[in-house]
């Protein structure tokens, strides 16, 4: 988020970066303090207003932290784009720096992407709803009824929840970084805990993390990804685009695309005056390679590693060798829990000495 910021600040000759910098660091002091709290609940109209005699405080200060920069996460991602009238029609990362500009303060400005509303641009905003149990309450259900106009969206986001979650992809999207854009507005235990509420105890910080590594190790890091007949194609004003593979390797027609301005799933949508200038080629690419896959009739297949396709499948070809892998792989601590336990289960090989006096959270620690 911060490159497409900063990069079309630049290009515009503008402080838009900065002054959105200097928004959320006031921001979040505001949140610190009863006069800070009292221009926040007047401006945004608060619901529940911020209370710092409230039970979980931090929780509500930092939700409301969240739900401002989730704003700017949603321009971002899909600015410049052709989804849908609402892009074209300049909801994009342009018009929110001239709205930051025109403000007398960035604290305003911020205030006024929050409420800025490309569908009705008259309506008079209410209030910035800050319930965090209430809508807990929503993504608790694992049935919805469609007949609720919001119903889809609610699924839609307990679903994309289970696979950072559960699933534990780990991709929650925290402003942890001190030096960063956005002062740590919303942190990696904010999501954690929503974690929790959204599907039970069990989803904690230590499964998540544990996850997290199996996940890591099972799908390598994206500079090792090979494969055939692949197009991956993102816009670098894309939040995303950074857990892409860039990887390209004509041979075996694995391409990896990266349009400079475009934001996500650019490519997919039909053409519209003004979009980024690179789109066409970037779907000139895509529509050739396509062509090629059909007129070749060759399949996609990938390139599984470390693990053996033997392995993958539950069972051991040759157990002395693959469990001996598994035992050097353990020598990376990041995976080392993942390993052992695998190794344990699959190939019913045991490394006793080298795993069952392992602290996981002592090694996290240490790394």
Same mark, same amino acid.
């Given at each position: 988020?911060?490159?497409?910021?900063?990069?079309?600040?630049?290009?515009?000759?503008?402080?838009?970066?900065?002054?959105?910098?200097?928004?959320?660091?006031?921001?979040?002091?505001?949140?610190?303090?009863?006069?800070?709290?009292?221009?926040?609940?007047?401006?945004?109209?608060?619901?529940?207003?911020?209370?710092?005699?409230?039970?979980?405080?931090?929780?509500?200060?930092?939700?409301?932290?969240?739900?401002?920069?989730?704003?700017?996460?949603?321009?971002?991602? %899909? !600015? &410049?784009?052709?989804?849908? /009238?609402? @892009?074209?029609?300049?909801?994009?990362?342009? #018009?929110?720096?001239?709205?930051?500009?025109?403000?007398?303060?960035?604290?305003?400005?911020?205030?006024?992407?929050?409420?800025?509303?490309?569908?009705?641009?008259?309506?008079?905003?209410?209030?910035?709803?800050?319930?965090?149990?209430?809508?807990?309450?929503?993504?608790?259900?694992?049935?919805?009824?469609?007949?609720?106009?919001?119903?889809?969206?609610?699924?839609?986001?307990?679903?994309?929840?289970?696979?950072?979650?559960?699933?534990?992809?780990?991709?929650?999207?925290?402003?942890?970084?001190?030096?960063?854009?956005?002062?740590?507005?919303?942190?990696?235990?904010?999501?954690?805990?929503?974690?929790?509420?959204?599907?039970?105890?069990?989803?904690?910080?230590?499964?998540?993390?544990?996850?997290?590594?199996?996940?890591? %190790? !099972? &799908?390598?890091?994206?500079? /090792?990804? @090979?494969?055939?007949?692949?197009?991956?194609? #993102?816009?670098?004003?894309?939040?995303?685009?950074?857990?892409?593979?860039?990887?390209?390797?004509?041979?075996?027609?694995?391409?990896?695309?990266?349009?400079?301005?475009?934001?996500?799933?650019?490519?997919?949508?039909?053409?519209?005056?003004?979009?980024?200038?690179?789109?066409?080629?970037?779907?000139?690419?895509?529509?050739?390679?396509?062509?090629?896959?059909?007129?070749?009739?060759?399949?996609?297949?990938?390139?599984?590693?470390?693990?053996?396709?033997?392995?993958?499948?539950?069972?051991?070809?040759?157990?002395?060798?693959?469990?001996?892998?598994?035992?050097?792989?353990?020598?990376?601590?990041?995976?080392?829990?993942?390993?052992?336990?695998?190794?344990?289960?699959?190939?019913?090989?045991?490394?006793?000495?080298?795993?069952? !006096? &392992?602290?996981?959270?002592?090694?996290?620690?240490?790394?």
């Amino acid at each position: 988020m911060e490159y497409a910021f900063k990069n079309w600040s630049a290009f515009q000759n503008t402080n838009c970066d900065q002054l959105i910098t200097d928004g959320f660091a006031q921001f979040r002091q505001n949140t610190y303090t009863d006069s800070g709290r009292a221009i926040l609940n007047s401006m945004f109209n608060i619901t529940p207003p911020l209370d710092a005699a409230m039970d979980n405080y931090d929780l509500y200060a930092t939700n409301f932290l969240a739900n401002v920069f989730s704003v700017f996460q949603g321009i971002d991602q %899909y !600015t &410049f784009d052709g989804r849908d /009238n609402i @892009t074209i029609g300049g909801y994009n990362i342009d #018009n929110l720096c001239k709205k930051m500009i025109a403000a007398p303060d960035p604290v305003t400005g911020i205030a006024n992407v929050v409420f800025w509303n490309p569908v009705y641009p008259n309506t008079v905003p209410q209030y910035l709803d800050n319930d965090y149990y209430g809508d807990i309450a929503l993504f608790n259900q694992s049935y919805y009824d469609y007949s609720n106009y919001d119903a889809a969206d609610i699924a839609a986001g307990r679903g994309w929840m289970w696979l950072c979650c559960g699933m534990a992809l780990g991709w929650l999207q925290t402003t942890d970084n001190s030096n960063g854009m956005f002062n740590r507005a919303v942190n990696l235990n904010y999501y954690l805990q929503m974690c929790t509420d959204f599907f039970g105890p069990d989803i904690n910080t230590m499964y998540i993390t544990d996850k997290v590594a199996q996940m890591a %190790y !099972t &799908f390598p890091a994206p500079w /090792n990804y @090979t494969a055939t007949n692949v197009v991956l194609p #993102n816009g670098d004003y894309d939040p995303w685009h950074a857990l892409s593979s860039y990887v390209n390797n004509d041979t075996r027609h694995q391409i990896s695309l990266l349009t400079h301005g475009a934001a996500h799933c650019a490519d997919m949508y039909p053409p519209y005056n003004g979009e980024p200038a690179g789109l066409n080629a970037t779907r000139q690419i895509i529509i050739s390679e396509v062509r090629y896959y059909l007129n070749n009739q060759q399949s996609s297949t990938t390139t599984m590693s470390p693990f053996t396709a033997s392995t993958i499948a539950g069972g051991c070809s040759d157990v002395d060798t693959d469990c001996q892998n598994f035992k050097d792989n353990c020598k990376n601590t990041l995976y080392k829990p993942f390993m052992c336990k695998y190794c344990k289960q699959t190939c019913n090989f045991c490394f006793d000495q080298q795993c069952s !006096t &392992f602290n996981f959270m002592e090694i996290v620690h240490k790394n």
